[in-house]
């Protein structure tokens, strides 16, 4: 057979299997997300969600309404072609941007390199495990002190697995990403919607005095 039609219908026939695989994959994470949204009562939707936090990217496989008396939003995420999921709290307050996440060697390595400003919490034998541990990014650092209060890093240092924490407008996010993490099955949902109010209560779970005003929880 003439290379000149073997080679294009070779190449056709690949496209052909990568669109299928494509969308046989997508059309496997809808049904996962369909079935996750009526076990717990969550709307979905299947399109990209647009969203003020350009953090998102481009996210699909929306989840969102009320779970356990909170506003919750839950949906898959490509950004800069990496897949994360993200969980989703909103509280009502606007405030700056936050980010704690565990120090490894590529935050070890920017931070040296001076990509990554981290706040460093010193004083005690916890603050000094936790600065050691995690990473803090926060341009309002008077703001990143009273998010990351004793309590908080107490939590932080005995859930060392749990995804980044992100805080940002109206928002408390868990930041699940599958490079770290792995791909997230559906059973899973739950519990990080658990774990995302648990670490909501735990940050805002005390009033406090004076600024910056901070959320408590009701």
Same mark, same amino acid.
């Given at each position: 057979?003439?290379?000149?039609?073997?080679?294009?219908?070779?190449?056709?026939?690949?496209?052909?299997?990568?669109?299928? !695989?494509?969308?046989?994959?997508?059309?496997?994470?809808?049904?996962?997300?369909?079935?996750?949204?009526?076990?717990?009562?969550?709307?979905?939707?299947?399109?990209?969600?647009?969203?003020?936090?350009?953090?998102?990217?481009?996210?699909?496989?929306?989840?969102?309404?009320?779970?356990?008396?909170?506003?919750?939003?839950?949906?898959?995420?490509?950004?800069?072609?990496?897949?994360?999921?993200?969980?989703?709290?909103?509280?009502?307050?606007?405030?700056?941007?936050?980010?704690?996440?565990?120090?490894?060697?590529?935050?070890?390595?920017?931070?040296?390199?001076?990509?990554?400003?981290?706040?460093?919490?010193?004083?005690?034998?916890?603050?000094?495990?936790?600065?050691?541990? !995690?990473?803090?990014?926060?341009?309002?650092?008077?703001?990143?002190?009273?998010?990351?209060?004793?309590?908080?890093?107490?939590?932080?240092?005995?859930?060392?697995?749990?995804?980044?924490?992100?805080?940002?407008?109206?928002?408390?996010?868990?930041?699940?990403?599958?490079?770290?993490?792995?791909?997230?099955?559906?059973?899973?949902?739950?519990?990080?919607?658990?774990?995302?109010?648990?670490?909501?209560?735990?940050?805002?779970?005390?009033?406090?005095?004076?600024?910056?005003?901070?959320?408590?929880?009701?």
């Amino acid at each position: 057979m003439n290379l000149l039609v073997v080679v294009p219908l070779v190449v056709v026939v690949f496209v052909a299997a990568c669109l299928l !695989f494509a969308w046989r994959m997508h059309a496997g994470r809808r049904a996962v997300f369909q079935k996750v949204g009526r076990r717990l009562g969550l709307s979905y939707a299947k399109g990209r969600y647009r969203d003020t936090t350009a953090l998102y990217g481009y996210p699909q496989h929306v989840l969102e309404g009320t779970f356990e008396g909170r506003p919750v939003k839950v949906f898959e995420a490509m950004r800069r072609k990496q897949a994360s999921i993200y969980f989703v709290l909103k509280h009502g307050r606007n405030m700056p941007r936050l980010q704690i996440f565990p120090e490894n060697w590529t935050a070890k390595l920017s931070k040296g390199l001076g990509g990554i400003k981290d706040i460093s919490f010193g004083g005690d034998a916890v603050s000094q495990e936790f600065s050691r541990t !995690f990473v803090v990014q926060c341009d309002d650092e008077r703001f990143a002190r009273a998010v990351c209060h004793q309590r908080t890093m107490q939590y932080m240092l005995g859930h060392l697995d749990m995804p980044s924490v992100v805080i940002e407008g109206d928002q408390v996010m868990l930041w699940w990403d599958y490079r770290t993490h792995g791909v997230l099955k559906g059973q899973n949902v739950e519990p990080q919607l658990r774990l995302l109010i648990e670490v909501f209560n735990v940050i805002f779970g005390r009033v406090q005095e004076g600024p910056p005003p901070l959320p408590t929880t009701v």
